[in-house]
């Protein structure tokens, strides 16, 4: 067998160990649930003076977070490792650490109705405490519209 035989054949075997190490690792990796979206916000304690408005609005991009209460600033967040969600099981639970506030953020995942968790308790701390029941605005809406029955029904000749 020449060499050039035997570099293509470490080659290939080389290529396909790669393929394989890439596979198993991508294979445990996963991504966050969605919570992106606007949230209506039921205060359960006294909110913070500069958080207190009764909408959140969150914007995520992988494990990064920015969070909006009502019109105030944006508090940009972090999520913390060891967090649970729907390839776990049918329970939420995560943590966002930030400069000046932490979020921990637990829900129900409902089953396959919609992908998107239409509510969860949320609990702030930092300069403040403050614990809230957060409503997905539109989750009703998507809810009922994939449960009702259909439209009518059509027959094809």
Avoid at 15 to 23: D, S
Avoid at 66 to 82: C, E, H, N, Q
Avoid at 84 to 103: E, S
């Amino acid at each position: 067998m020449s060499r050039a035989y035997v570099v293509y054949f470490l080659m290939f075997a080389a290529f396909i160990g790669g393929m394989w190490f890439i596979i198993t690792l991508g294979g445990a990796m996963k991504a966050p649930d969605d919570l992106s979206g606007d949230w209506k916000i039921a205060w359960y304690t006294a909110p913070p003076p500069e958080l207190n408005a009764g909408s959140m609005r969150i914007e995520q991009s992988g494990r990064f977070f920015t969070v909006r209460f009502g019109d105030g600033k944006p508090i940009g967040m972090t999520l913390a490792s060891g967090w649970r969600g729907a390839k776990d099981g049918r329970k939420l639970r995560m943590h966002l650490d930030g400069a000046a506030w932490k979020m921990d953020i637990a829900a129900d995942i409902p089953l396959r109705e919609t992908w998107h968790v239409p509510e969860a308790s949320i609990a702030l701390s930092g300069p403040y405490t403050a614990s809230a029941t957060a409503t997905r605005i539109g989750a009703q809406t998507a809810r009922s519209a994939s449960s009702s029955p259909p439209a009518g029904v059509a027959n094809a000749r």
